[in-house]
Structures are given as structure tokens and as C-alpha cells.
């Protein structure tokens, strides 16, 4: 029987694990594979084994999804969950409600009417800008505006998404108090040293300032003696350090608010996993991988039918269930990357639509 961690034993685990030196065999790790230019052609090289199909199924975009459903459940704002249950553009809709633009103007690729901007492309940028607290000035050089534009963005964001920032703020805060964070299913993300560094680089704080004060003097003189050069020196590396806990605090900060939106996905993926591999042992089929969001299965051809599609459908939306609807989008690959909707499938004789047969040729 595995041992419960808890957190009176949580370091002592970690500390035997760590001391383990024994070798475990692993498969192959596909999630760093990129899926575009030459990682597609090596993508393309795996196939299923004989008399099989591949069956991809990936979770439509979950994190967002989180991020409403806290939004909605713990503040009662129902300003992104709407968007999902309405079932529309997600970014595009975003862009409408946070500028006040027609849709035109807020579709992929498209300008406000003022060709300033791409809307629907600074909405998704700037929602992760948001949640790392980006300033408005970096993120105006980020997407190549005005100030004055990235600043009404903000504004606009705020007015719109009401409990966006708060949502934020109160996950950092509760890492702050706690020394951790925990997914919507309790599964906890811990930063142990972040109190011990955050109290230390608050009393350098100021010793950093007068750092830069007389690195901006030094930098100020015309002729430089070897001394100043000396001290110029010694200078710079005291700002390396202190700047670079100042940064690993920052990180940590925004590491926890990817944790319990990001850790959310994983621990939905994974409730996905288990069902999927019971399935996979009831059916004969295989479970080839997890990637990411995405689930790839391999399914003996005479199973390729709709409703196969649809169990591994409701197995993607409705293993977990929140307060938005799961989406997922289905794929059919005799060749992986190389895939067809479900519609698009002849699945008396396991092969694509005459029409689209051609598709990857």
C-alpha cells in the first residue's frame, strides 16, 4: 500500500526520493516534440500497429475555463463564464466586451478601426499580462502600442472581467501566508522557501536602491579610474545577486497562479487518464499518450465507429464537470498529425470521405 503525504511528512519523502538512485525505465517523451515544421515530419513517422487507428482527443481551452469557473464560484462574477456557455470565440468575444468593438473588428488577424491594433490578439496576449502582473508600458513595447493604448486595455480588462485581478491577487496571497497553493482539487503546489527569501530581499531592498543610485554615479564619470572601474565592478555583481532574488520571488509569485489554474487541467487530464486506460483494458484498446491536454488512442479498426467517438467524447467532458461546459476536439489519424474530423471520416470502411482523401497528399 503507497504512503499517504501529508504535510508533516511531505520533506521527508521528498528528501528519500531524492537519495533514491535506483533506475526506472520511461517511455518516450513526446511533449517536447514540437508539432510544427520538422517536428510535424517526425510526428508524421508514428503510425499504430496493425490493424489499429489512431484516435486524438484534446481538452479545448481549459485554462481559461478554470479561470472562469473560480471566477464564477468564488466572487459570483459571470462575466467569462457567460462567454463558454454561450458556446462563442472566446477571444474575439473578450475583445468585443473589453474594447466595445463589433465583432469585425475583433476576429483573428483583424484592426480596430483605427489600425492601431489586432484586438483579438492583444486580448490574448494581454490576459496572461494581466495575470503576471505586467505593466502597462512593458506591455505596450510587448505588442507595439501606444502607452496610451495598452493603458486603456488595462482599464478596460478591469472593468470588464471584475474579479480577474482579484482572483489573481487572492491565490498569491493565500502562497504568500501559507507557503503554498492548491488546485481546485486540493492538490497542493508548496514554495517553501518563499517567505525566508521574500523577508531577506525586503531588507535589501534598500541597500538595491543605493546599489543603482551609485552604479548610475559611476557610470556618470568621464575618465574612470582604475578604482572606480574596481568598485563599478563590485557594484554590479552585489545588483546580481540581490536583483536575482527580487526575480526569483517575482517568479514564484507567478508560478503560483500558474499552479492552480495549469495544476487544474492536469488533475481534470489525468481523472481522463484513468477512465480512458479502464476503457482501454475493457476494449483491447491502447493508450498511446498524454500529451499536454490531448489523449491519443489506439483503437482496433472494426471499434472505429461513432459511437466510439462518442464515449471518448463524454469521457473528455464529462469526467469532470464545472460550472462551464467542457469542450473537446476529436481527430481520426491513420498517421499522427495527419488527422480528420469525425465527419469527415467513412467509418464503414475505416478510411477518410472520398472528398477529403486527398487532404495531407
Not at 27 to 45: D, I
Not at 159 to 164: G, K, M, N, V
Not at 323 to 337: A, F, G, H, N, Y
Amino acid at each position: 500500500m503507497g504512503m499517504t503525504i501529508t504535510d508533516a511528512n511531505y520533506h521527508a519523502i521528498v528528501r528519500k526520493l531524492i537519495a533514491d538512485e535506483r533506475k526506472v525505465a520511461k517511455g518516450t517523451n513526446l511533449q517536447n516534440m514540437p508539432s510544427k515544421g520538422a517536428g510535424n515530419r517526425v510526428r508524421n513517422q508514428f503510425i499504430p500497429r496493425e490493424g489499429f487507428t489512431f484516435i486524438g482527443a484534446d481538452l479545448g481551452q481549459i485554462e481559461p475555463r478554470n479561470m472562469s469557473h473560480i471566477m464564477y464560484v468564488r466572487y459570483g462574477d459571470n462575466s467569462m463564464r457567460q462567454i463558454f456557455l454561450d458556446g462563442v470565440d472566446l477571444y474575439t468575444t473578450m475583445a468585443m466586451m473589453t474594447f466595445g468593438l463589433a465583432q469585425e473588428y475583433c476576429v483573428d488577424k483583424a484592426y480596430d478601426p483605427t489600425g492601431t491594433f489586432q484586438p483579438r490578439k492583444m486580448m490574448k496576449t494581454g490576459q496572461l499580462a494581466v495575470s503576471y502582473d505586467q505593466s502597462p508600458k512593458s506591455f505596450a513595447k510587448k505588442m507595439n502600442v501606444t502607452d496610451d493604448v495598452a493603458h486603456m486595455f488595462f482599464e478596460n480588462f478591469d472593468r470588464t472581467f471584475p474579479s480577474f485581478k482579484t482572483m489573481v491577487a487572492d491565490i498569491r496571497e493565500f502562497m504568500r501566508r501559507h507557503g503554498y497553493v492548491e488546485t481546485l482539487d486540493g492538490r497542493k503546489r508548496r514554495f517553501p522557501d518563499y517567505k525566508s527569501v521574500a523577508a531577506a530581499q525586503t531588507k535589501n531592498e534598500q541597500r538595491l536602491i543605493r546599489l543603482y543610485t551609485e552604479r548610475k554615479a559611476l557610470r556618470n564619470i568621464t575618465k574612470p579610474s582604475p578604482r572606480d572601474e574596481q568598485r563599478m565592478l563590485a557594484v554590479q555583481d552585489e545588483i546580481d545577486i540581490l536583483a536575482a532574488k527580487r526575480g526569483l520571488i517575482g517568479y514564484w509569485e507567478r508560478a503560483a497562479f500558474n499552479a492552480v489554474i495549469q495544476g487544474t487541467g492536469a488533475d481534470i487530464l489525468k481523472r481522463i487518464g484513468i477512465r480512458i486506460a479502464q476503457i482501454c483494458r475493457e476494449r483491447g484498446w491502447e493508450f498511446n499518450a498524454s500529451i499536454h491536454d490531448e489523449i491519443i488512442v489506439s483503437v482496433p479498426d472494426e471499434q472505429v465507429t461513432p459511437e466510439t467517438i462518442a464515449l471518448i467524447n463524454d469521457v473528455m467532458t464529462k469526467t469532470t464537470e464545472l460550472s462551464v461546459p467542457l469542450t473537446t476536439d476529436i481527430v481520426i489519424q491513420k498517421r499522427w498529425m495527419q488527422e480528420f474530423g469525425p465527419d469527415d471520416w467513412d467509418y464503414a470502411n475505416n478510411r477518410p470521405l472520398p472528398e477529403f482523401a486527398d487532404k495531407y497528399k
